[in-house]
T-cell receptor, first 117, second 112 residues
Framework: GAVVSQHPSWVICKSGTSVKIECRSL??????MFWYRQFPKQSLMLMAT?????????EQGVEKDKFLINHASLTLSTLTVTSAHPEDSSFYIC?????????????FGPGTRLTVL | GQNIDQPTEMTATEGAIVQINCTYQ??????LFWYQQHAGEAPTFLSY????GLEEKGRFSSFLSRSKGYSYLLLKELQMKDSASYLC?????????????FGGGTRVLVKP
């Protein structure tokens, strides 16, 4: 089946540092990946759509200079949280759309828990 | 914009049936998904509806009425491992990027 991995699974960093999260589609190519964040006991909020070879499309209210997205290949998208602050602490989940899947559905990575001290 | 509503929490007994409702108001509807999410884990795909009617997959069934903007997920023969959050997500059309918008999720607690 379609597998999506994320690395790291968790990270703790100091305020002011930058953190990079990788999202990989392991057994399929994904021209489109999505980045979500999820606060405790809340649902997934779409942050941006990552398109291979072009600029990401950010949702309203998401700072593009704060959350840098790079989709350099058909199997890898990265999210960099720049100058992280405690309010950026959250669960970040990526997904990759499988264009050959029966429903064109998104497959989700296992998530990355970011804690900013 | 998109607006998706589902109950916050439901409790049911092992072996019973639970129905989770989802209502939505959206433009460019291009399918509705149900995902299961255990705490601290990624959502996993359960079902997909794009046409009106019922889709059955083992113990799980999902129903869609596009005219009413309504879907439900039916979980039968509940097991303890079914305790999780269930997320209703609507996909908008290609022109809008084929994005998914998620409802708030319904936490289902299965009791012995």
């Amino acid at each position: 089946g379609a597998v999506v991995s994320q690395h790291p699974s968790w990270v703790i960093c100091k305020s002011g540092t930058s953190v990079k999260i990788e999202c990989r589609s392991l057994d399929f190519q994904a021209t489109t990946m999505f980045w979500y964040r999820q606060f405790p006991k809340q649902s997934l909020m779409l942050m941006a759509t990552s398109n291979e070879g072009s600029k990401a499309t950010y949702e309203q209210g998401v700072e593009k200079d704060k959350f840098l997205i790079n989709h350099a290949s058909l199997t890898l998208s990265t999210l960099t949280v720049t100058s992280a602050h405690p309010e950026d602490s959250s669960f970040y989940i990526c997904s990759a759309r499988h264009n050959r899947g029966p429903y064109n559905e998104q497959f989700f990575g296992p998530g990355t828990r970011l804690t900013v001290l | 914009g998109q607006n998706i509503d589902q109950p916050t929490e439901m409790t049911a007994t092992e072996g019973a049936i639970v129905q989770i409702n989802c209502t939505y108001q959206t433009s460019g509807f291009n399918g509705l998904f149900w995902y299961q999410q255990h705490a601290g884990e990624a959502p996993t795909f359960l079902s997909y509806n794009v046409l009106d009617g019922l889709e059955e997959k083992g113990r799980f069934s999902s129903f869609l009425s596009r005219s009413k903007g309504y879907s439900y997920l039916l979980l039968k023969e509940l097991q303890m491992k079914d305790s999780a959050s269930y997320l209703c997500a609507v996909r908008v059309g290609k022109a809008a990027g084929n994005k998914l918008t998620f409802g708030g999720g319904t936490r289902v607690l299965v009791k012995p």
